[in-house]
Structure formats: structure tokens, C-alpha cells
């Protein structure tokens, strides 16, 4: 890693002074004439460190009035010239890579390497986004019928809305979000998530170096009166949004019924299946890495481990030995492993989810509630947690806690422990540590999940394809990222000519639908 002493200092140091931060229309960074503003937390100090507006209507609205102007344009401008936006963007993300990892750990709270990947997961998407030109072909028939050719073409919509989450401030917005967007031809304006708008803020503006073209994105920040409007808003044509799954739904139904795109992705449960014959030590490893990265606090962590009876006692407490271990710290300490959650009332929300176990009789194996570290006691910090004997019906094993809280379930068998894991309502990712081929060809076939691990723990794969969360944790047709991500934003039309001369007037030309005079 090649973050400096310098870079977190100078970063951190220019986070400490509270900042207002405006609002992006056509290029320029506005003053809201809002009464209301939103603030941004340093979750490894608990001290504010920026407040973002609570956009008026009419300022959402005008970042929708500059996109639809924008879009004639943006659209009609070659591919090849909207990819070279895309090109330049990539080496400015390059060149700011330290300082972009230490601006979203400070707002964020996610250890500094996995702010570095956030952002690196953002850079992978521009650079596919550089394929545009490739992936937006069509297909040609020649002869489809007598002198008959059809030709089908991938054409942009219009203004698409982006509403973000705070967990990954950098992948979602500007990587799942904005890049195949712009480059297919849309305009875009993100409603960037209040807690933690400053990564994206600063990637916008790299963006307008690189030399975005005027309306063609858009940022602001909002309440959800504000973001409801974008739902229904005539010159939006569709919806890209990840977060809770009662707003999924909510998004879909209100934007769907209104004639938008929606893609939708939700909450997650995933699992683990632990087999006997799984290498433990590497696959505790892996869970470790899984479950407790980011806090907990992605929708691909994996709080639920199923484990076969004959192992788990072992495997638990080598668990539970490799989570105390974790050194919790400030996020943008290279130091940290393990940083806080995003605010003090998600910490209370957590330490309420544990509470709840322990009721609901789970065995507390690991209490990561009372987390401090000293010098940073108004951190929200929350420990490494672990339950055993999670019932089939608890809350902590079925619903998304979105925090470092791991939930043991015990099977007997692989066939039981398939089927535990398939009962979940989410189906955003699933995985195996198995060291037999057939179990894991089983395993893949047999799961209900989007995004499979065999003996991998965050099963997301790299954005050439789609990142395919199923059941609750998704809701639409096409997914984001990869060839779904160019469907999505794009629609299809097909072209049929026939070309014939005054000699050939009067023919009759055979046809699928039967036959034509021309003359």
C-alpha cells in the first residue's frame, strides 16, 4: 500500500475542519438555498466533520431539467468520444487513489485497505466502461427474408436517477451507477447518500476534469420527499438503487407503475455451508475476511456460517480466536482491521439485534458490545460477535444486521444444511468450503442465491459479469454491472430494409407475412 504518513495526515487534518458542501448542476457546485442540512460523522471519532444539504425541490428538480437538456446532445455524441471520458476519468481515479481511500475511510469508517478497494472496485467498472463501444453492438441478418435485411441497434433512454447507499461510497454510485450510464448515451443525476457524499463529491469532480460535458451528471443530496419525486418525475426514464429491501420494493412499485426501468438491489442474508471435509484453518480465514470487513456493513458479508455438526466445536473456537485477534482502530489507520459502523444509532441498532439473540437463546460465544479504543472513545465502534445453536426463526440468523455479528447454525449433513440456507428470504450470495467436487457442483446447482463461493466467501465477481442477487435481495429484470449493465441502460430497435429499382416496380415480393406489390 502506498498511503503515506503525509497523505492521512494532510486528509484527516482537512476533515476535521467542518465543511458545507453544495450541489452539482451543469458543472457547477451550488450553494442550497435549503434550510435544513444533513451531517457527515467521522465514525472513528465521533465528531462532525461536514454537513451535506437537504436539496429543495426545485434544486432536484433542476438537476433533472439540466440532465434532459443535456441528453440530445450526450447522446448523439459518438460512442467512440464518449468512451475517451471514461479513459481520462480512469487516470485521474489512478492518481488520486490515496487520497480518494482516505476521504471515504474518514466519512465511511471501513479500515483504509477496504476503502482502497471500494475505490479499485470503482476504477474496475470505468475501465469495462471503456467497452461501451463493444458491448452496445447489435446484431445483422442479411436475407432475412428475400432482399430483406434486419439490423438491430442499442440506443440510450434519457435521464436516469441513481440513489446510493452510504456503505460503499465509491463502487455503487460511481462505479455501478454512473459509468455505463453516461458512456451508453443517458444523462444522470445521483442522489448521493447524505452520510457519506464527500467521495463521491470529489469523484465528480475529477470527472468534470476529465471533461464532462455540462448536465450530463449531477449530484445532490436530499431527504426522501425530495428522492420520492425522482420516482415519478416525467424526463426520469429509470431507477438504479441499492439499499433496504422495504425501499427496494417501495422504488420498484412507485417507479414501475409510473413506466420506468428499475433495478433494484436489496438486503442480503448470506451463508456459508462449512463442510467436514472443507481446509478449516484457510476456511476460517475466509470467513473472518468476510464477515467482519467493513464493519459487517456490506450486502455481501457473510453473517450466517452453517457448519456440520462434527466440526463446529473445533471451528468455532478457532473463530472466535481469529476475531479476538482483530485489531480495531481508527478506519484510516493503516494499522486497523476492524473500524467502526457509520453512526451512533447504528451501533444502537446493532447492540439491539444482540440483545434480541441473546433472548431469542442463542448462545453468546463473543460480545462485541462495550467496543472502545482508547483515544477514540466517541467512536462507533462495535466488536466482533459471535452466536452458536442459532434457530431456525431468529432474528439474528435471518435478517440483515449489518454489522460484525456472526450467527452459527448446526446441520447434520450437507442436505440439511442446503436447505437451511435456502429457506432465507435473501438471495444475494451463498457459499460452500468443501474440499469434494460433488458436493460443490450440488452446492451450485442446489442453492437459491445470485452469486455463489465455492470455498471463496465473497463470491461478487469481477463486473465483466453481473452482480445477480436473487429473491429478496433484488427486484427487476436486468442486474447491475456486466451485459445486464449496458441492457439496462440501453433499449433495443430493430431496423428491416428492403432497397429495390424502377425496374423491379410491380414485383411481388415474398415476405414472412406473405406477400407485397410494389408499384
Not at 428522492?227 to 429491501?245: C, K, W
Not at 428499475?262 to 442474508?269: M, S
Request: glycine fraction near 10%; charged fraction near 20%.
Amino acid at each position: 500500500m502506498s498511503l503515506t504518513n503525509e497523505a492521512v495526515t494532510a486528509t484527516t487534518e482537512s476533515a476535521a475542519r467542518l465543511k458545507r458542501l453544495r450541489y452539482l448542476v451543469d458543472n457547477e457546485w451550488r450553494e442550497s438555498k435549503t434550510a435544513t442540512y444533513m451531517p457527515v460523522m467521522n465514525p472513528s471519532t465521533g465528531e462532525q466533520i461536514a454537513e451535506a444539504p437537504q436539496c429543495t425541490q426545485a434544486e432536484v428538480d433542476s438537476a433533472v431539467v439540466a440532465a434532459a437538456r443535456a441528453f440530445p446532445g450526450w447522446s448523439n455524441t459518438p460512442i467512440p468520444q464518449r468512451v475517451q471520458l471514461m479513459f481520462r476519468f480512469k487516470q485521474l481515479l489512478d492518481e488520486h487513489l490515496d487520497e480518494l481511500s482516505i476521504l471515504l475511510a474518514t466519512e465511511m469508517g471501513k479500515v483504509v485497505a477496504e476503502a482502497r478497494g471500494d475505490v479499485l472496485k470503482a476504477i474496475e467498472v470505468v475501465e469495462l466502461a471503456c467497452s461501451t463501444h463493444y458491448l452496445m453492438m447489435g446484431d445483422t441478418t442479411m436475407n432475412i427474408s428475400r432482399g430483406y435485411d434486419t439490423v438491430s441497434y442499442r440506443e440510450p433512454l434519457g435521464v436516469f436517477v441513481g440513489i446510493a447507499p452510504y456503505n460503499f461510497p465509491a463502487m455503487i454510485p460511481m462505479g455501478w451507477m454512473l459509468p455505463f450510464a453516461i458512456t451508453t448515451g443517458n444523462t444522470f443525476v445521483l442522489k448521493a447518500a447524505s452520510m457519506v457524499p464527500q467521495t463521491s463529491i470529489r469523484m465528480m469532480e475529477l470527472l468534470i476534469e476529465a471533461g464532462l460535458p455540462k448536465g450530463v451528471a449531477n449530484l445532490v443530496t436530499c431527504s426522501r420527499v425530495e428522492a420520492d419525486s425522482l420516482l415519478t418525475n416525467p424526463d426520469v426514464r429509470g431507477i438504479t438503487f441499492v439499499g433496504s429491501t422495504e425501499v427496494g420494493k417501495h422504488i420498484y412499485a412507485t417507479a414501475a407503475a409510473a413506466g420506468k426501468r428499475v433495478q433494484a438491489l436489496t438486503e442480503a442474508k448470506n451463508h456459508a455451508l462449512v463442510l467436514d471435509d472443507a481446509v478449516l484453518e484457510r476456511s476460517i480465514a475466509g470467513i473472518i475476511n468476510s464477515t467482519y470487513g467493513c464493519a459487517g456493513q456490506r450486502c455481501m458479508a457473510l453473517p450466517v456460517v452453517v457448519m456440520q455438526d462434527s466440526i463446529a466445536d473445533e471451528a468455532i473456537e478457532m473463530l472466535a480466536s481469529m476475531a479476538k485477534d482483530l485489531r480495531i482502530g481508527p478506519a484510516y489507520l493503516p494499522e486497523s482491521q476492524l473500524g467502526p459502523v457509520i453512526t451512533a444509532k447504528h451501533r444502537e441498532w446493532v447492540h439491539s439485534c444482540i440483545e434480541r439473540g441473546v433472548a431469542e437463546g442463542a448462545d453468546l460465544v463473543l460480545d462485541g458490545r462495550g467496543a472502545s479504543v482508547a483515544g477514540y472513545e466517541g467512536g462507533f465502534y462495535v466488536g466482533p460477535t459471535i452466536f452458536d445453536n442459532v434457530r431456525p426463526g431468529n432474528f439474528v440468523g435471518d435478517s440483515e444486521v449489518f454489522g460484525p455479528v456472526t450467527s452459527i447454525k448446526r446441520v447434520s449433513s450437507f442436505e440439511e444444511g442446503l436447505a437451511v440456507m435456502n429457506a432465507n428470504r435473501f438471495g444475494n450470495g451463498s457459499s460452500i468450503y468443501t474440499s469434494s467436487g460433488y458436493y460443490a457442483r450440488e452446492f451450485a446447482k442446489g442453492t437459491h442465491a445470485g452469486m455463489v463461493g465455492i470455498n471463496v466467501g465473497i463470491p461478487v465477481p469481477f463486473s465483466t459479469f453481473p452482480f445477480t442477487g436473487h429473491k429478496d435481495s433484488f427486484f427487476g429484470d436486468l442486474h447491475a454491472m456486466g451485459k445486464d449493465g449496458v441492457a439496462f441502460f440501453t433499449e433495443t430497435k430493430a431496423v428491416t430494409s428492403v432497397w429495390f429499382t424502377d425496374e423491379h416496380a410491380g414485383e411481388k415480393v415474398t415476405t414472412w407475412d406473405g406477400t407485397l406489390t410494389r408499384g
